[in-house]
């Protein structure tokens, strides 16, 4: 079942140590299509419920959703949110929205996925091979390819000239120093919600946090 007018054509799914695949599927179907890839709308979800706002590519607002697999998919904070929207989109309507990509012939095949989908092998195809498979199967679901316009290859080469910066910023002193703060207000807050809780009785609760540098 197809998602009519969805906000995006392309939705992508996929583990931290697959990002560099991620980077080039996403780099090549933005030519032409509207596509979400996480690290690249993280503005978008600013000040939203986070949970619920990465459900939503994956459940109602995307044509066709890429899952780059391999094990430990499904199984991380954020990777087991967008698996729960994609059953669930699923069980509901269908699975003719999933495009899988099985990144390695090692990884157990999740035992939701129905027998009769395709897996596209990324070891035998390689990723040329899978772009042109979505964007068939985009088109087919009732997308249209946009020629790229001068205005969105500058707006993508920004994209990517940031993308680059946040990156390269993580691994400076003053990005781990915001890392750092980040971490202590988490641990923080987690302090505050736990004497609440102890507040109204709940004494039981035991915590305490211990914070080291790398």
Request: aromatic share 12%; with cysteine.
């Amino acid at each position: 079942m197809s998602i009519e007018n969805p906000k995006y054509d392309v939705a992508i799914s996929f583990l931290a140590k697959d990002e560099e695949i991620a980077a080039e599927l996403y780099a090549s179907l933005n030519k032409g299509f509207e596509v979400f890839f996480f690290t690249k709308r993280q503005e978008s979800l600013a000040g939203t419920d986070g949970l619920a706002s990465m459900r939503e590519p994956f459940l109602n607002d995307s044509r066709i959703v890429v899952v780059l697999y391999r094990e430990n998919w499904g199984k991380t904070k954020w990777t087991a949110v967008e698996e729960t929207a994609i059953k669930d989109r699923g069980f509901e309507h269908g699975w003719d929205h999933l495009f899988f990509i099985a990144l390695d012939h090692e990884s157990p095949i999740p035992k939701w996925l129905p027998e009769h989908r395709v897996r596209f092998n990324y070891t035998g195809f390689g990723l040329v091979e899978a772009i042109g498979a979505i964007k068939a199967r985009v088109i087919e679901s009732g997308g249209e390819y946009t020629p790229l316009t001068a205005l969105k290859r500058a707006q993508m080469l920004q994209d990517d000239e940031k993308y680059r910066r946040d990156k390269s910023a993580m691994s400076n002193l003053d990005g781990i120093e915001k890392i750092i703060g980040k971490a202590r207000e988490l641990f923080n807050g987690i302090e505050r919600s736990c004497e609440i809780i102890k507040a109204k009785g709940l004494d039981q609760i035991r915590f305490g946090t211990s914070f080291n540098e790398r």
